[in-house]
């Protein structure tokens, strides 16, 4: 068909205007959504081209604000795109992603195309970006002060890692001395401590080191630093751990005064001069004689350069050898504790107990009258006893009758002491050693020293003992025939029985015995041998003893004394 002329034009003339149209392609997004985690450093977003591509196209790319803003979640864009004619390659915009340390959830902006020029804007024209929340998290101490006792074994030291999870990190643990020392109280660390995906906490051992020794609490330095895998480092990136102690023995800790002497063995002596472990601002001595009792009485101890504390009570004289310093109960009230064996306890404000045991304030008067009979050697005991041996000559050469060498056990055997603490004002003009009546039984001996004490003369007493009272008093309370024993003044035992007959005794529950002055070593005990069991009468009185063989190898005899 032929059309005409007129026609003709009119078909050119529409034509000329729609062409563009029909001839444009089309711009639009690859997705309609993305998703990137907020730890990405960038996303890259596609732009597609379609359709008829003769002609040159642009359109511009830019961010519109959700729920995420930019400059804090990613940095802006206003990005222009560019074709050529027959170009149909897709374009790229990379989307800078901003992490942050805040815990916030999922966030969200928009993407647009605008401003379109060639081409048109197809169906796919925003594209929604999500950013999804990555935080490595906060890593810091659980607490700032971590406790442990030294008996626990080890100390727990936990690190939290706070505001997320996400992904592997570490941080590094080290410690740092403080009162505590590395090595005596507790073992170093300086090691790496990681965190798995999704793990919130770590429990880090730390080695605590114990001891004998009572201590007053000690305290170390935690840190943290170093840290990798994208947390970051808390408030909390120090800690201090303290150590407390339930030890109750100070005494290895403190300033001793020690005697210096060839023939006096004596152990050594708490300085009570020296600053307590407790208060920097007081001695020892100080502490005592805040003792209350002590104040309203207007008794104050002394200790001479010898060591031996001294407490003068009206014209009594108290001597005590301090032999320990240790804690007690919290709270205690402060007072004297003076024991039957007078041995004493002296229970300060400060809640620790300075101990001592009786003294024999003339201790060199009592050493001289040994050395008149060629015995000058002395050992004082832990306990505050004077022990002597018999024999102080050379130990005799023996063979037995194979002829091997062989121990004379006689030539080990000793006398044994123990001063009562105090001593009384004596009308003497003489120092002087000698054997009075016992007070509990006129046929029994003991020792009076009496010696010069500036311008007085005292007279201290020295009874019997046993050579270990709670080994003894244990053993002989193990006897199934026993109910009680108590160990009182000038070397008495008291034991009550449970049964009518004891010892071929009937009729009879109590039992005064008398430790005796000799000592005896036994070689090698058999195990049924040691302990507390009935002899003949040794003492000829037509009653019947009893022996006791301690586990030191030593057997003493106490004599029965009295029955009811």
Known sequence: MRIPIINKALYCLLWGAVSPMLLAGELQFALASYSVSENGSTLQITVARSGTVGSAAGVTVKSIEGTATAGNDFKAVSTALTWTGGDSDPKTVNISITDDPTTEGD??????????????VGAIGSTTITITDYEEGTLQFAQTSFTADESDGTATITINRVNGTNGAVAITLKTADDTAKSGSDYDALDLTVSFADGVSSASVPLTVLDDDLAELSES????????????ILGADKTATLTITDSDSDFTPSLDVIELQSPTITRPPLVDLKKTSVMD????????????????IGEVSAEQPTSGVMEILLGTDKFYFYPVAVRRNDPGSKPLVLIESDHSAHFITSQDITVDVQPALGGLSTFQDALTEVELPELTVTENGNITVQVDQGPAPFERDENGELVINNSFYDRWHFRPLGVATISDATAESTRLIAHPLFPDETMIAVTFKDGSDYRQQILTTAPVNAQEALTRINARVDVRSVVHRDYGVIVLTSLLDTFAGIQGATEYTLLADYQIRRVEHPESTALGFSTIPDVNGDGLVDFKMVYANGEEQYFLLMSYE
């Open 107 to 120: 966030e969200t902006f928009t993407l647009e195309l605008q401003n379109p020029t060639g081409d048109t």
């Open 220 to 231: 170390l330095t935690l840190s943290l630093s170093a840290i990798s895998g994208g947390a």
């Open 280 to 295: 920097a601002e007081s001695t020892y001595l100080e502490i005592i004689n805040s003792i209350p009792v002590l104040e």
